[in-house]
């Protein structure tokens, strides 16, 4: 079974510009997750998806959007990016939502790493 | 509040000795999912072992082991006969109902090197 799979691996972006991440979650999950990580601020979550609605929502400003799709894959938009965005993104996905029984573990795809400049 | 703490944030042991990452949390939530999580260098985050809160029996994979202790809500992680396979950053992790969202909460992790 192929696991989650991110794309772009890696990007550089300068401030103001928008960019776009791109999630495929394991086949058969339905809630995808979203997850900043910088070595300041650690892990934090971003938003979760299923079903093609946000589901679950962090402390992030509005720049930071997300969707899914039919087929449960999901995109993650940031908009007017700032040099504090810089990070790596996690994307995660798991059969049901945060909140579930033990079927709601997540499991992780290796990160798009984003730098500003 | 809902937190996870880590309070080692470096470790170093010797190859196949056992070691113990801690691991405390703080929720008022009644129904709750502890999580340990391993990431290595390559950035992926890998899950190990999960323990609920109305789980009676500590989880236990392979050579992972959890260590729950709900009255002092410690949530440490074991693992058995360390390999140099196991050099990676741990975290831990809280499932928990934050201003009205369900989210994963992490701590800071703990980074442990295996020496050989």
């Known amino acids: 079974k192929a696991g989650v799979t991110q794309t772009p691996r890696y990007l550089i972006k300068t401030r103001g510009q928008q960019v776009t991440l791109s999630c495929s979650p394991i086949?058969?999950?339905?809630?995808v997750s979203w997850y900043q990580q910088t070595p300041g601020q650690g892990l934090q979550f971003l938003f979760e998806?299923?079903?093609?609605?946000?589901?679950n929502k962090g402390n992030f400003p509005g720049r930071f959007s997300g969707r899914q799709f039919s087929n449960s894959r999901s995109e993650m938009n940031v908009s007017t990016l700032e040099l504090g965005d810089s990070a790596l993104y996690l994307c995660?996905?798991?059969?049901?939502?945060?909140?579930?029984?033990?079927?709601?573990?997540?499991?992780f795809g290796p990160g798009t790493r984003l730098t500003v400049t | 509040a809902q937190k996870i703490t880590q309070t080692q944030p470096g470790m170093f042991v010797q190859e196949k000795e056992a070691v113990t990452l801690d691991c405390t949390y703080d929720?008022?939530?009644?129904?709750?999912?502890l999580f340990w999580y391993k990431q290595p260098s390559s950035g992926e985050m890998i899950f190990l072992i999960y323990?609920?809160?109305?789980?009676?029996q500590n989880a236990t994979e392979g050579r992972y082991s959890l260590n729950f202790q709900k009255a002092r809500k410690s949530a440490n992680l074991v693992i058995s006969a360390s390999q140099l396979g196991d050099s990676a950053m741990y975290f831990c992790?809280?499932?928990?109902?934050?201003?009205?969202?369900?989210?994963?909460?992490f701590g800071q992790g703990t980074r442990l090197t295996i020496n050989p």
């Open positions: 995660a996905s798991s059969l049901r939502l945060i909140g579930g029984a033990k079927s709601s573990e997540q499991y």
């Open positions: 086949s058969g999950h339905r809630s």
């Open positions: 992790a809280m499932r928990a109902l934050i201003q009205g969202a369900q989210k994963l909460v």
């Open positions: 929720t008022s939530d009644q129904s709750y999912g």
């Open positions: 998806y299923f079903s093609e609605t946000q589901r």
């Open positions: 323990q609920g809160s109305y789980d009676e």
